[in-house]
């Protein structure tokens, strides 16, 4: 088998079950799926040489227009992380004003006498 095959069959198998592993499953167990994924693509890439056929090249051509797609889904799962994360620091400030509303009143409140 081909290293080109043998990517291109590697990157289209992650893209499908990355498109349903996002909306069903855990996140953590996305990121480790995605984890494994690139640890196994970086031993497949390190035995890439220069393509000597045009059907290597189509499937070079191919695997990086699926990794277009990848990279779009990668954005949208940073994204969905990073509103998360401001979604829990909004809570943790709220949290903190409920047990102690007068910790971020300052004292600027001064009372003035008209006489000298």
Same mark, same amino acid.
């Given at each position: ?7 291109? @069959? ?35 890439? @390190? ?5 000597? @056929? ?27 992380i ?10 943790g ?24």
């Amino acid at each position: 088998m081909s290293v080109y095959f043998e990517l291109h @069959s590697m990157t289209s198998t992650f893209l499908e079950n990355l498109k349903l592993y996002v909306k069903q499953v855990d996140r953590d167990e996305v990121i480790e799926y995605i984890q494994q994924f690139i640890n196994d693509r970086e031993k497949i890439i @390190s035995q890439i040489i220069n393509p000597s @056929s045009d059907e290597e090249r189509q499937l070079g051509v191919k695997v990086v227009e699926m990794h277009h797609e990848i990279d779009q889904i990668f954005h949208s799962i940073q994204n969905e992380i990073k509103q998360d994360m401001a979604t829990q620091q909004k809570k943790g400030t709220k949290l903190t004003q409920y047990i102690n509303p007068y910790k971020s009143l300052t004292n600027v409140s001064a009372f003035f006498d008209k006489k000298e």
